[in-house]
């Protein structure tokens, strides 16, 4: 039986080996998704598949089909100095992990559904008015900002585990020690307070978190908050709030 605790204008409820290399050319736009299919095929399928980010922009997207069940790592190419392109997410899924270590900008349009952890080292902006993010771990290491692009409002962003069963902590210490070797099925997925704060700053329309399907339950620490125009939702078998909401 799912609890759901959301707050609204009018108040709150609770309601029942050797990486792959693949490096961008810094003439091109981005690497034709179809030459990737050699490199692939060439390489050992249990090593991450590894970008490197030039002056250009790289669009991960447009490389769906040669990523599936693959850690996937972005990089940064030390000759692009602070000319760093972007990094572009349309709608990805069936990632074993995602690490944009580059210090680029990286924006989701639509969705981005990964089995182990996600981590970004720059500003993090979404790119449309509906945001969908389902992972064992975030870690986000600079701003999450909204693009002047999304209607008026802001955009509605969801966020759930990559497990129904997986516990989710909003806020707090943190209850794994990084990324490494993330098990969906025991582990936390953990929000910083810092990350808290940014999704409050982007001012989104309304914040969703678990889901209909979650039943690890979902904590709201002490000190912690949450924040968005049009109400946010905690969804799951259990909520428990000692933050702010």
Known sequence: RQQVLRRELGGTQLVAAEPLEVRLALSANVVDAEEDQSLVAAADAASPYTFTLGTDDLDLSAHAAVLQGRDVVVVADEAAGDELGDVFIGSLSGLE???????????????????GGVSFAGEVTFGGDAISLSAAGFSFGGPIVVSPDVALGGPDVSIT??????????????PAAGLADLDAATQTLWLSEATLG??????LSELSIGGADHTGGITLAVGAGLEAADGVRLESSSVSVAGSI
Do not use: C, K, Y
């Not at 992990?97 to 559904?113: C, K, Y």
């Not at 940014?198 to 001012?203: I, M, R, S, V, Y």
């Open 198 to 203: 940014w999704l409050e700053a982007a001012d």
């Open 161 to 174: 585990a990559a497990s129904p069963s997986q516990a989710i902590q909003l806020g707090g210490a943190d």
């Open 97 to 115: 992990s995602l690490e944009v270590r580059a210090p680029a900008g990286v924006t989701i349009r639509e969705s981005l559904d990964v089995e």
